[in-house]
């Protein structure tokens, strides 16, 4: 099937960033297909007044039957997809000396291996965008957590590592069949999932920031849209440091340190 608008799939579009970026990514002969587990949160976005075309389509991406059933319905409505953004995400802090394998395993599932099965899935929907002549872009939300290994982080960023490993080991091959790969890693924004956070967030930024620097990153070429740059810049810089200094930095901020 032929398409003249551009088609975007949003994945974790109900709230914070993913909400920001409904409106960040809105522009006029574009669908925007929106899902998330919230299915009254995303007809009220659907419902709001927009530039381009808005639909809810609800999902858990960790019910792999709703997600088989979904991308059916896509690729029968729509044929192909231009732009996947895998946004979804959830977060469980822990100390090192009290680690929940159940929390692991729900951030994990969340956080990676679902959206390892979900792209799977997609891959064919961005390969028929190939096929009429554009650049589909397979986004990944990850996190600039995966700069700097820190204390009660362990769920949370070895969910964001192995994401951001899956995303530049495959953006390796998907670049040869015209699939522009992207990474992006947010600093702290100011959403329901960091409302709960009860420390520090150095330059905390709003969903609506967050939103337009991820929109404008992927008009632009660069693979890892990272921000704020004040902020992701020193976290790579003492990731770069030998082992010891950045342990000697970074077990102070943790919670059994005296
Ligand atoms: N906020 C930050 O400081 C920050 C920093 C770095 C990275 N990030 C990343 O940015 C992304 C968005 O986070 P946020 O801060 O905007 O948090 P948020 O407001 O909690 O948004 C998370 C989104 O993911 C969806 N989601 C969660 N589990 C899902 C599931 N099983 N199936 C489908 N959708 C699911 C949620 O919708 P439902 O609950 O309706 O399903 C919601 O739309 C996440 O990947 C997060 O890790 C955030």
Redesign the pocket.
Known sequence: MMQSTTLTWL?????????ALTDALDKPNHTLLM????AD??EQIAASTAKGERVALP?????SAQCDGVVAQVKETYGCVDRVV??????EYMNGDALEQDAIERVLQ??FL?ITALTNQVLPLLLESVKQGRTPQLVF?????TYLALPRAAA?GAS?AALRYFAESIYNDLIHLGIDVRMV??????????DKNDFP?PF?LS?EE?AERIASGLRGNRFDIHFPRRLTWLLKGLNALPIRWRFALTTKSSRLHS
């Open positions: 994945i974790g579009a109900s709230s914070g960033i993913g909400e899902s998330a587990r919230s949160k995303l999902l858990d991406i960790t019910d895998f946004n979804a995400g959830t977060c969340t956080n679902a939300v990850g996190s600039s957590v949370y964001k890693s947010p600093g702290f924004v100011k959403t329901p999932l960091t967030m905390l969903a967050a």
